[in-house]
């Protein structure tokens, strides 16, 4: 479902976000630091503090639906992926470069636009919960006359 190119950009440093819903249809959500695409193409392991997961895993947990929204400040380029539930674990110590390295690319992303890095220094990525997904519909989010499209 997500072949190299879009694994790419996936992976590269970004804003991204993830969406949930409860029962009654209300949303939540909280920022993501990193995201690994899985060698079959059709997972991806979102990371995220452990702190803003709480928000989240009750309505993972009930009803597992989940968006991922990714934007490269840059150039606003975006989409959005929509995906199932398939579980939550601990973060390992040995992922914690790999997250780094993407907020450090998102943080860079910002820089580039004006934003200085002290303006995210609030932002908590560590302890990480490691919540993986089953894509299931991608979008390009991209402004412009293709935005909504599926990719």
């Known amino acids: 479902m997500i072949d190299q190119q879009l ?10 976000h993830l969406g949930t819903r409860n029962a009654q249809l209300q949303p939540n959500g909280a920022r993501v630091a990193a ?4 060698e079959d193409r059709l997972h991806l392991v979102a990371y995220i503090s452990r702190v ?4 989240l895993l009750p309505d993972l947990q009930s009803n597992g639906q989940a968006a991922l929204v990714f934007g490269r400040p840059v150039d606003d380029r975006a989409c959005q992926v929509k ?14 470069p790999f997250i780094e390295a993407q907020w450090n690319g998102f943080l860079d992303q910002l820089q580039q636009i004006g934003i200085p890095r002290a303006a995210a220094g609030g932002w908590v990525t560590w302890p990480a919960l490691a ?14 006359p293709d935005a909504g499209a599926p990719l």
């Open 35 to 38: 995201v690994k695409v899985e």
């Open 83 to 96: 995906g199932e539930f398939v579980s939550v674990r601990p973060a390992a110590v040995r992922e914690r």
């Open 131 to 144: 919540i993986r997904l089953r894509a299931t519909e991608l979008f390009n989010q991209t402004p412009g």
């Open 52 to 55: 803003a997961a709480r928000r």
């Open 7 to 16: 694994a790419d950009f996936l992976q590269q440093g970004l804003g991204i």
